[in-house]
């Protein structure tokens, strides 16, 4: 029974994170999953309908789905009665389809106490609006948040931030609103009929009349008509959804749809992609799903050949995106992490193995959720902050599993899985800026140094962090528990100083490769840069950490104390420095976690001052204390020897 | 010899810890200082330097109140020798330790050596343009150029450091003094009207223009432009105040003893015995974005000392190295609506002679190596405990004798 149980936790999971791959079910008789697989280009990469719908959705609502409460009566249990929910997809097509209806959706987020009284709307909540809430207040918006965009975005305030953030939202909507159609065509599909019949027509009275002669007045205003409209499409119109006209000749000619409408002057013909969206988002709007499938299917078909490796690459990230395999193995390793905990107190062997096998079943969820990733970008894994985040994460679960398998003591389970979820919150948090597989800048684009430099620099973050929380359960359990024994005591230190010499290794080879790349790209080695000087202090640290012990300096509490310090070292140089907003790195710039990474600071600081209390409040060390005044019985005044080793 | 104070305080780790705990303290407030003073201020206040000073406000007087970049890199380098000599020695066991510290060592004295020895300038070229020389990104020169000669130029150039207020430059090959009345490292042109302002200078364009002084700017993306007064004095008496700037674009023209002269305050040149023409610059983005996706220069090399002639091409992380220079791609100014509005595109390349650029990648294979070899010493030793835990495992041992070394336990009975 006892070696059943974990199986059968694992086992449950598994099968859960493999139900994820399947395509979700249908709510409507519209063809949705393969409409979000369609290819279109965005921030220079090929992407699908879904990721776009996804990112923008991300960005204005700061969640990848809507919900909305529709009948605030109806009992919690039945979530289908009481809230509306939609994926991104769904919210997308119904903005660029039935926008009257879509105006309505609370989906912009606002939690700026004035930017919420500027705007006369509630301060306490739900902080979600819609765009019919804000539109008597547009002018104002648009007013402050172009104030603020003068402003350098290190210097805004919390204000301004927030009215810019709303105003570029907006824009972000009324954009999307306007990719598939311009947003007041009713029936589009016939709008593109009469501007394929009026083309020629048209055409033939400009040259005409250029030429002086006379010539058709109706047929010249007609096409003008047309033209005015889609030249304006072509200035709002946000993803890139036509495909290349001769993808053998300009494989990266995408256009948007109002700019491919104006290239049919030179052609004579609107391009058959905008007849096939157009065909789509009309039986959408008119709720026609035979209509809506046929086209898709058509469009889909027309596609297979010449861009098959678009449209492959639209169904992978689909894929991905459906799949979520972080928000999975985050999902996994909050479940590792609370049976680590409770082995602690009771039924240790059934709790420790079943928290580890998650662990392993998270770290393999991760690890595949890494290599997709890897393939879909064709880049090694860390290349920006966001995806520095996991690879963090990802690096402290390894480090944890292999401490686990080796002590089977949940100290390695605990602290990987505690690492593991806190990355992946941050990785979410830092996702909410928008696409997170953008293109490479020319400086950062060298696949070598990449996967050199970075992996070395970002494990040796892993490691220092894996450090500071095996420091942490320390400090943790031997204050407020009495659990940790010698033997707790003597395996924690060795992990933690083997994962230090772990640390300083990568680090130090990571900090020198990267002077190594600068050196090739910027034309010094070090240039004191506050990216490399964060590095620099994460190796100095870990080199004094080990000089301390060996210099017998620190025992194990002050070990536990340098180590646990290592962690606001090492969160300094991740974010930190990007906050100061200067040097050639500040390319990775974020401006709201500071609060968040100074309370991060704030616990380190009160664990140290934790770590630092004499013996005797510690409820493991007083134990041993006892002990051994019981040893020595009559002789109370003399110091216990039990004492002296961990201080 | 151990038993000298001074060899023990030198040779002990604890000094060692002190010295990283300085260094860090030093590195953390050199970045926060960058906000405020700017890179290249800190770089010379707090890691180019013995002490970090503090200056009493109000007052001149400057306190150190922190050991500088010199001298913790300086004490950590003896404490690193003076211990090998005495205390830890070289013995074989020890080869994956000295090979780090060799790596160390090498890089340290690399970097000292590269701040001394560096010199950063830049090439801004048009398309077309061929250049012999590079520029200074912020150090300028008072350049007296002999025109006489249609064939060639002789240049004189003072630079910035001798533009004191009040000094007096005499050189033997020209036949005027200059005396320098104002310098200003940093100025800006005066717009609108100024009337009350009298005219800095007699002669020159720089008559007609008013400059008001600036402080020096700290961020690395601007430069100062400086702007001087200086009186020129023939053999005959005065011959007027000439208004000098870096914001004039030209030269400004006189003749002295029949010979003309042109005089400009400039980006410091340095001169090269090769010519680099840019024959093309691109620098495209990724469709529909404005993110860069390259950035390259394509360059002709001429030495005609050496009969060279060729192309090259210059992209991001992708430098070219000639006769101890290399050659970065800096900055473009190439895009497409350039191309439109009918501009030539420019390119900046970045010129730095680094003498020791080799060592830091000479002291990673040193670390590095010494890091392999350390762990392997380490893995065999591992490998023998885990052996002879075996054979000990094998063999019936008496309780006793097995407490004694806690640490053969095997790893499952620790969990239990």
Not at chain 1, 497 to 519: E, H, N, P, Q
Not at chain 2, 338 to 356: D, E, F, H, I, K
Request: hydrophobic share 45%.
């Amino acid at each position: 029974m006892k070696k059943i149980v974990p199986w059968i936790v694992v086992g449950v999971f598994a099968l859960w994170v493999l139900g994820g791959l399947r395509p979700p079910a249908e709510k409507t008789a519209f063809d949705l999953t393969d409409f979000g697989r369609l290819p279109v280009l965005l921030n220079g990469r090929v992407q699908p309908i879904d990721s776009v719908a996804r990112n923008a959705l991300l960005q204005i609502r700061t969640r990848q789905a809507f919900a909305e409460v529709k009948n605030p009566d109806a009992p919690w249990w039945k979530p289908s009665e009481k809230y509306t929910r939609m994926s991104a997809l769904e919210w997308f097509l119904e903005l660029a389809a039935r926008p009257e209806q879509a105006d309505h959706r609370k989906v912009f987020r606002i939690d700026n106490p004035e930017l919420l009284s500027l705007l006369r709307l509630p301060v306490d909540g739900p902080f979600y609006f819609s765009l019919h809430d804000l539109a008597p207040h547009l002018a104002e918006i648009d007013k402050q948040g172009q104030r603020a965009a003068a402003i350098e975005p290190a210097t805004r305030t919390a204000f301004e931030k927030s009215v810019f953030r709303l105003q570029q939202n907006l824009i972000l909507y009324q954009r999307l609103k306007n990719t598939l159609r311009p947003e007041d065509s009713d029936d589009f599909s016939a709008e593109l009929a009469a501007f394929q019949r009026d083309l020629e027509p048209g055409l033939a009275a400009a040259a005409k009349s250029e030429a002086g002669q006379a010539h058709d007045e109706k047929a010249l205003n007609a096409l003008v008509a047309h033209v005015r409209r889609y030249n304006d499409l072509a200035q709002t119109a946000y993803p890139l959804i036509l495909p290349p006209p001769h993808p053998e000749m300009q494989r990266d000619a995408w256009s948007s749809l109002g700019a491919g409408l104006m290239d049919a002057l030179s052609t004579k013909q609107v391009p058959p992609a905008a007849l096939a969206y157009a065909a789509m988002v009309t039986a959408y709007r008119h709720d026609q799903p035979a209509q809506f499938n046929q086209a898709l299917d058509n469009y889909r078909q027309s596609l297979a050949g010449p861009l098959a490796t678009e449209v492959k690459k639209g169904r992978e990230e689909y894929l991905f995106n459906q799949w979520q395999p972080f928000y999975l193995s985050t999902t996994i390793y909050v479940l590792a992490f609370l049976f680590g905990c409770a082995s602690w107190f009771g039924w240790p062997r059934v709790l420790n193995r079943s928290g580890f096998y998650l662990l392993v079943l998270g770290l393999i969820v991760h690890t595949v959720g890494i290599a997709f990733r890897m393939a879909l970008e064709g880049r090694p894994p860390v290349t920006n902050l966001y995806s520095s985040a996991v690879f963090v994460g990802w690096g402290a679960v390894v480090l944890g599993v292999v401490l686990e398998r080796i002590y089977r003591d949940s100290v390695g389970l605990v602290m990987a899985s505690a690492i593991g979820f806190v990355t992946q919150i941050i990785a979410h948090n830092l996702s909410v800026g928008g696409d997170t597989m953008e293109m490479m800048r020319a400086v950062l684009d060298s696949n070598f140094w990449l996967s050199t430099h970075v992996i070395t620099v970002t494990l040796g973050y892993s490691a220092t962090f894996v450090a500071g929380f095996l420091a942490i359960v320390y400090i943790l359990r031997g204050v407020f528990s009495r659990g940790l024994n010698a033997e707790a005591r003597g395996a924690l230190s060795r992990m933690v100083y083997g994962t230090v010499c772990f640390a300083t290794l990568f680090s130090f080879v990571g900090t020198v490769l990267g002077g190594i790349w600068a050196d090739q790209s910027w034309g010094r080695f070090w240039g004191w840069d506050p990216k490399e000087n964060g590095a620099l202090i994460i190796v100095l640290w870990n080199a004094l950490i080990l000089h301390a012990r060996w210099g017998g300096l620190v025992k194990e509490r002050g070990l536990m104390n340098l180590a646990v310090f290592g962690n606001i070292v090492t969160s300094f140089s991740w974010f930190g420095v990007n906050m100061l907003g200067v040097g050639l790195h500040s390319y990775g710039f974020m401006d709201k976690a500071a609060f968040w990474l100074w309370s991060f600071i704030a616990t380190q600081l009160a664990l140290i001052g934790l770590g630092l209390l004499p013996p005797r409040y510690w409820a493991s060390l007083r134990n041993l204390k006892a002990a051994s005044d019981g040893k020595t019985g009559s002789q109370p005044k003399t110091a216990p020897a039990g004492l002296r080793s961990p201080a | 010899m151990r038993s000298n104070p001074l060899v023990r305080f030198f040779s002990s780790l604890k000094l060692t810890v002190v010295c990283l705990a300085c260094a860090t303290v030093l590195v953390f407030i050199g970045t926060l200082a960058q906000v405020n003073q700017g890179l290249y201020a800190v770089q010379a206040n707090y890691f180019q330097s013995f002490f970090v000073f503090w200056q009493v406000p109000g007052t001149a007087l400057r306190i150190p109140v922190f050991p500088g970049g010199y001298l913790v890199g300086g004490v950590l380098l003896v404490n690193l020798i003076v211990a090998y000599a005495t205390r830890i020695g070289f013995r074989r066991i020890h080869t994956g330790l000295l090979l780090i510290h060799a790596g160390l060592v090498l890089l340290l004295l690399g970097q000292l050596w590269t701040d001394l020895a560096q010199r950063e300038s830049v090439m801004r070229l048009e398309e077309g343009e061929t250049k012999s020389y590079s520029e200074s990104q912020r150090h300028t020169e008072l350049a007296v150029a002999d025109v006489s000669d249609p064939s060639h130029d002789q240049v004189v150039a003072i630079p910035e450091a001798q533009l004191k207020p009040g000094a007096e430059i005499r050189l033997a090959s020209l036949p005027f003094a200059i005396k320098v009345q104002q310098f200003w490292l940093n100025s800006a042109p005066v717009r609108g009207q100024t009337n009350a302002v009298v005219p800095m200078a007699t002669q020159g364009a720089g008559r007609n223009q008013q400059f008001m002084q600036r402080p020096p700017v700290t961020s690395t993306d601007e430069r100062n432009v400086p702007t001087a007064v200086v009186e020129l004095v023939g053999n005959g008496g005065l011959l007027g105040t000439w208004l000098l700037s870096d914001w004039l674009l030209a030269p400004q023209s006189l003749e002295v003893a029949g010979k003309k002269y042109e005089l400009s305050l400039r980006l410091a040149r340095y001169y090269k015995p090769f010519s680099i023409t840019l024959l093309e610059a691109r620098h495209d983005n990724y469709k529909g974005t404005s993110i860069p996706r390259n950035f390259s220069s394509r360059v002709r090399v001429r030495n005609p000392a050496t009969g060279e002639d060729r192309e090259v091409l210059i992209r991001m992380n992708d430098p070219l190295r000639y006769d101890g220079f290399t050659f970065y791609q800096y900055q473009m100014m190439a895009g497409e609506d350039l191309r439109q509005a009918g501009q030539r595109p420019t390119s900046t390349l970045q010129v730095v002679r680094n003498p020791g650029w080799l060592t830091p990648y000479i002291a990673c294979v040193l670390v590095g190596l010494g890091l392999v070899v350390q762990f392997s010493t380490h893995l065999i030793g591992f490998a023998r405990r885990r052996l002879a835990k075996a054979v000990l495992a094998a063999a019936p041992v008496p309780a006793a004798a097995r407490e004694r070394k806690p640490k053969l336990k095997p790893a499952k009975a620790l969990a239990r």
